[in-house]
T-cell receptor
Framework: GNSVTQMEGPVTLSEEAFLTINCTYT??????LFWYVQYPGEGLQLLLK?????DKGSNKGFEATYRKETTSFHLEKGSVQVSDSAVYFC????????????FGKGTKLSVKP | NAGVTQTPKFQVLKTGQSMTLQCAQD?????MYWYRQDPGMGLRLIYY???????DKGEVPNGYNVSRLNKREFSLRLESAAPSQTSVYFC???????????FGSGTQLSVL
């Protein structure tokens, strides 16, 4: 079945450090891939997405590239800020099914000044 | 901009009590979802409704029922609450043809 695996957290970084959060997936078809972010006390918000191989999603300085050959969609940011502290979820949507999202377990990021 | 509104924000129940979590969206979305979020488990789909008048089970439907009252509203009912249902519950909605999910701010439920 379809699944998403994210790196275990929590991740603690200093401000302006480089961020990578690893995400790999298993899917039978050609899914769309997403990163959602959850700030403290809030619901999830879409951060970025990619719908086909080699697509790069980007938003707010975050980037992720859809790598079909390694079934990966790693999230990166060159210089994190304290305001980036949140929980990040990788997700996929398999077009062949009902199209419901399958989420990873989430990675908590804490950025210290 | 209201978006997806969930009520209540917090609730404490005793084992065996019943309650209904309410969700409404004002974006004219066809699809609506209920998820639960547990530590170390991510989000798991409980039930979803692809359109008004239809509902389907997700990954973890046992112990829950849903009602798609109209296009705007999608409620989740716990008939006899159990401690295993202590969780944070999120409602979400999506427009047909658009892959972006819009989430409510969640309901934190504790079952003692």
């Amino acid at each position: 079945g379809n699944s998403v695996t994210q790196m275990e957290g929590p991740v603690t970084l200093s401000e302006e450090a480089f961020l990578t959060i690893n995400c790999t997936y298993t899917a039978t078809g050609y899914p769309s891939l997403f990163w959602y972010v959850q700030y403290p006390g809030e619901g999830l918000q879409l951060l970025l997405k990619a719908t086909k191989a080699d697509d790069k999603g980007s938003n707010k300085g975050f980037e992720a590239t859809y790598r079909k050959e390694t079934t990966s969609f790693h999230l990166e940011k060159g210089s994190v800020q304290v305001s980036d502290s949140a929980v990040y979820f990788c997700a996929l949507r398999d077009r062949g099914s009902q199209g419901n999202l399958i989420f990873g377990k989430g990675t908590k990021l804490s950025v210290k000044p | 901009n209201a978006g997806v509104t969930q009520t209540p924000k917090f609730q404490v129940l005793k084992t065996g009590q019943s309650m209904t979590l309410q969700c409404a969206q004002d974006m004219n979305h066809n699809s609506m979802y209920w998820y639960r979020q547990d530590p170390g488990m991510g989000l798991r789909l409980i039930y979803y409704s692809a359109s008004e008048g239809t509902t389907d089970k997700g990954e973890v439907p046992n112990g829950y029922n849903v009602s798609r009252l109209n296009k705007r509203e999608f409620s989740l009912r716990l008939e006899s609450a159990a401690p295993s249902q202590t969780s944070v519950y999120f409602c979400a909605s999506r427009a047909t043809g658009n892959e972006k999910l819009f989430f409510g701010s969640g309901t934190q439920l504790s079952v003692l």
